[in-house]
């Protein structure tokens, strides 16, 4: 079905890197199913800039290729159902090829021309180290204006100090405003909706509060390793990779306060002030309430799966020796606590790992149980509510309630689901977290990215854990693949007598 708000500017988006794996499995993808919606205004132009030496004939038949090849995966699009659709987004696309380190940048300047009405978004596709370069060298160019947008894909750097020197970098040329740092996990219809159940139902925000929330965790677990990631995933690891970004700005929209009006501003003033609220892990609290793991061979689906020291030993062609040396963990489970009046002595148990048994993100906000039951043939306490909210797969809400058990023979209390299915319910396609912020962006949105005060006050917290493990010369527990983690992240909750949502 058409969208109803078109972007009524064409635009200009320039993608760097636009032969890599980013551009072709997630954004080309998603920008060719915005434009098959009419999301994308006639004359709106798609230029890829890389070092292939590619034309712009090379660069479509490539594109196409990847369409046709990738489309299964799309919900049952078919990219052949519609050729006009299919022809008009290939004659879109152009290619530059350019080293951004080479100072002519004419190529790309000519194509691109005067910017005049036009919307222009430079996506930054590539290596955070080139960042700055390319900022700089596109101001050089003169293809930067003030309606000119960047977008900044993760890692931005690997600890403070390099996440402000890229920060600076960009911001030499962007203002803020015009700065997109994008975290797609922000685009999720979940975490949305989010923001929709606690602010649009009477329902639940009066019970938002740790007098009625017992605990809360978030959980992004993955069962593939790190494949031919490996080189870079030795140097980042999990809390890099996944909890800085992803699992903090998670916590953000569950703990954070209404905001006055849901708008670019209002919703990251007060994700900052949650950031802002965490207590400090440094020292002996990173030893208690930290678990690092690094994933070993097992099962994961039936199949045997190599670990990740094999893994990283043969991306380097390296020996048996060189695989005990990494200390990088594959696995994060920790405890953090918001300190302030809504949330005081509540704990979030965070944990994200590859190679896990499944394949799921959810967050789970577990509610007090009732003071006292009044079934006693069900024993003394009920099982508690939870609320779950599932990003993936499937993603939905879920509320875990107690129902009398249908029959005759007295009062049976048994936990019963409330389940609320997005594709059931809707119907249609949800459409992927790419293609809404990408949309976003055309449209000068910024309430679903990160500002350069959030990405900073993350690093400020998530980095002392780091120099704590790093001068502790712990290695991570050793866990199978296709298990749960480590069994220190169970005893991590269960010393605080409550146990993680697949446990109950």
Known sequence: MPHPHPVMDPADIVVFGGTGDLAMR???????LRDRDDQLAPGTRIVAVSRSGLDDAGYRDKVDAELRATAPRWAGVDVCADDAVHQRFLGRLHHVTLDVADDDWSALADLL????RRIRVLYLASAPQLFGRICVGSAAAGIVDDRTRVVLEKPLGHDLASARAINDEVGSVFAEEQIF?????????????????RFGNSLFEPLWNAGQIDHVQITVSESIGVGNRADYYDGSGALRDMVQNHLLQLLCLVAMEPPARIDG??????????????RPLDGPDVVRDTVRGQYTEGLVDGAAVPG????????????ARERERSTTETFVALRAEVANWRWAGVPFYLRTGKRLGTHASEIVVQFKPVPHSIFPAFGE???ANRLVLRLQPDEGVRLHMTAKQPGPGGIRPIPAPLDLSFARTFGDRLPDAYERLLMDVLRGNPTLFMRRDEIEAA???AEPILRTWEATGQHPRPYAAGSNGPASAT????????AWHEDY
Not at 308 to 319: H, K, N, P
């Open 26 to 32: 997630k954004l080309l993808p998603s920008l060719y």
């Open 113 to 116: 021309g005067p910017q005049d």
């Open 181 to 197: 740092r994008i975290d797609h996990y922000l685009g999720k219809e979940t975490v949305q909706n989010l923001l929709v159940l």
């Open 265 to 278: 501003e209002g919703v990251r003033d007060e994700k900052l002030k949650v950031l802002q609220s965490l």
């Open 308 to 319: 990740y020291a094999t893994e990283l030993a043969e991306s380097r062609a390296g020996t």
């Open 381 to 383: 306490e009920l099982p």
């Open 459 to 461: 690093w400020t917290w």
């Open 491 to 498: 005893a991590l909750v269960e010393r605080d007598g409550r």
